[in-house]
């Protein structure tokens, strides 16, 4: 039972445009979620995190939204670049964990100029 | 680079076998994590150790287990392996063990089971 959920598996978009990444959830204990992006040959890198008490966090060039009574968050790219083109993941943290993460299993983003 | 070496890079063996994957954290990081992702499935959290210790378990089958050294580099044992372990494992460090924006992860070992 997948408790992350990303529903697109790619997603193409033109340099310059803005990039929507979704992510879904089913448990309603998760109190942290996490965005990573990840490049072939390599582990997979923090880019934005977002606690549940928060609807919006902002860094840059990346904002990520969560919706809660939706259980839905969205990772927001503007303007997408092509060095932007890598998988990314939406991670959860559980109330009380020790700290590991729940992943989905990633959306391919293509940035194309 | 993230500071987080993992050895092998490419690990190829036969079923039955049993091998070692080895994790060097960041400077001064107490935590390590591993996670295993299988092709198309996102990473799956294993098992996670904190200073030496075991502190939290995942989907981390019974033929696997790991321990944490005193220079705090970890290891992962896979025994009697099986097609289905085939997969890309890795390990992430943080500083301590409950935030999760600082786990840095390792650049990964492949391991392939023929």
């Known amino acids: 039972d997948q408790q992350v959920k990303q529903n697109s598996p790619s997603l193409s978009v033109q340099e310059g445009r803005i990039s929507i990444l979704n992510c879904d959830y089913t448990n309603s204990m998760f109190d942290y979620f996490l965005w990573y992006k990840k490049y072939p040959a390599e582990g997979p890198t923090f880019l934005i995190s977002?606690?549940?008490?928060?609807d919006k966090n902002e860094d840059g060039r990346f904002t990520v939204f969560l919706n809660k009574s939706a259980k839905h968050l969205s990772l927001h790219i503007v303007p997408s670049q092509p060095g932007d083109s890598a998988v990314y993941f939406c991670?959860?943290?559980?109330?009380?964990?020790?700290?590991?993460?729940?992943f989905g299993k990633g959306t391919k983003l293509s940035v194309k100029p | 680079d993230s500071g987080v070496t993992q050895t092998p890079k490419h690990l190829i063996t036969a079923t039955g076998q049993r091998v070692t994957l080895r994790c060097s954290p960041r400077?001064?990081?107490?935590?390590v994590y591993w996670y295993q992702q299988s092709l198309d499935q996102g990473l799956q959290f294993l098992i996670q150790y904190y200073n030496g210790e075991e502190r939290a378990k995942g989907n981390i089958l019974e033929r696997f287990s790991a321990q944490q050294f005193p220079d705090l580099h970890s290891e992962l044992n896979l025994s009697s392996l099986e097609l289905g372990d085939s997969a890309l494992y890795f390990c992430?460090?943080?500083?301590?063990?409950?935030?999760?924006?600082?786990?840095?992860f390792g650049p990964g070992t492949r391991l392939t089971v023929l």
């Open positions: 400077s001064g990081d107490l935590s």
């Open positions: 977002i606690s549940s008490i928060k």
């Open positions: 992430a460090s943080a500083p301590v063990q409950d935030f999760p924006d600082t786990q840095y």
């Open positions: 991670a959860a943290k559980q109330r009380g964990s020790q700290g590991n993460l729940i």
